[in-house]
């Protein structure tokens, strides 16, 4: 695709998530369905509004059912699933009103609970679900149709690629998830994000602010902007380098900082972990087991958590055992005590830590100066 990325004084490249290749796959699909006609590319636009033209490959059909693939585009960015093709086969359902989604082989399947899927169910997560859903009610209503759709997304080369990733340790079994959330992969290699990451925070500095909102990733702004109702500047968005984030704060001269962040990441600063990319280690379930115990937890419910992959597989044990506010606690003073060893005390640096499903949904934990550090981004 065209689009591009200023990073570390370099055009990059942006790409397009596994999700995007199944949606768009499918759409095509579905028009060749109507169509009775080859496509040799599909227009679609993803979550975060970027419309794309992609190339269609393999295309196939007949009067009930239409196949093609999409070659995933990782632009600059070094990802494992650069070239992979992702495949839809897409059938009419003419006595059903339904989308029924499922995955064929090289798309993982989730065995173990808090993942975005339930157990069971192939690992395409809700974004890429809601975009596939979304491109066959549009061709449905465009075409008068009023039946429903089988559609089956496959990876050929998936399984192989699955074991140089995280699948197997989070319980997603036979191929890659199919992910995204905004839809575009943007370039991210370390260096050339920890280099943008400075820039933008440089910038903040000569706008002369003094404080500065750092948020962990999309769900960490959707988050601020939607449920704290915030506004997200000045501020920045820093993935997984907090590190840089934090320390390139402090050196620019920043007073008052905010960092927001889903559980997921945050709970990683538990351990002092302050880059929180899976590929410089974990921690995440050990530290809220060593939290758990410190509040209390019984040898059961330690064992429960013990097999856990995910965060939010973790706070559903604690919140069914009355043990979530507590080992939240701990995990608070945690948190607090490494960013202190970390920041230098004359600059004030709070946190607020929160889940987005579960009975818990919310803000789990904060700082004890995080209410009076928000009022610096409340909305005017």
């Known amino acids: 695709m065209a689009e591009k990325r200023l990073v570390n004084q370099k055009l990059l490249r942006c790409g397009y998530t596994t999700g995007t290749c199944a949606a768009a796959a499918s759409k095509a699909a579905a028009a060749m369905l109507f169509k009775q006609e080859s496509m040799d590319s599909v227009a679609i636009t993803t979550p975060n509004q970027t419309d794309l033209v992609i190339d269609v490959l393999s295309p196939q059909f007949n009067d009930t059912a239409a196949s093609c693939s999409i070659e995933k585009d990782s632009g600059d960015d070094p990802d494992i699933t650069n070239g992979t093709l992702v495949s839809s086969k897409v059938t009419l359902i003419p006595d059903s009103t339904e989308i029924i989604i499922e995955g064929g082989k090289g798309v993982g399947r989730v065995t173990k609970g808090g993942l975005d899927q339930p157990v069971g169910e192939a690992a395409i997560n809700s974004v890429p679900r809601k975009m596939i859903r979304d491109s066959l009610y ?14 089956l ?34 370039p991210m290699s370390s260096k050339a994000l920890a280099d943008s990451l400075k820039v933008e925070i440089s910038v903040i500095a000569a706008e002369s602010n003094e404080n500065i909102l750092i948020f962990l990733g999309n769900f960490g702004k959707k988050f601020t902007e939607e449920e704290l109702e915030l506004s997200t500047k000045p501020g920045i968005m820093c993935s997984n380098l907090i590190d840089v984030a934090l320390d390139s704060s402090v050196e620019y001269g920043f007073k008052k900082i905010l960092l927001i962040g889903h559980i997921g990441k945050l709970v990683k600063l538990g351990i002092g972990m302050f880059n929180t990319h899976s590929r410089n280690g974990d921690g995440r379930i050990e530290t809220l087991l060593s939290c758990a115990l410190e509040a209390g937890a019984d040898l059961d419910t330690l064992n429960g958590i013990q ?15 009355d043990l979530l506010d507590k080992t939240m606690e701990i995990l608070n003073g945690r948190i607090q005590h490494n960013i202190d ?28 100066n995080a209410k009076e550090l928000m009022k610096l981004w409340e909305k005017k």
Request: hydrophobic share 35%; net charge negative; aromatic share 8%.
């Open 341 to 368: 060893r970390r920041i230098p005390d004359e600059i004030e640096v709070g946190f607020i830590c929160f889940a987005n499903t579960g009975e818990y949904a919310g803000v789990l934990f904060e700082s004890e």
């Open 307 to 321: 097999k856990c992959v995910t965060t939010n597989a973790v706070l559903d044990i604690l919140y069914e055992n």
């Open 153 to 186: 997304i496959s990876v050929p080369k998936g399984e192989e690629l699955a074991k140089k990733t995280f699948n197997p340790e989070l319980g997603i079994v036979g191929g890659i998830s199919i992910l995204g959330t905004t839809g575009i992969v943007e």
């Open 138 to 151: 549009e061709l449905a209503k465009e075409n008068d149709y009023n039946g429903g759709f089988h559609v």
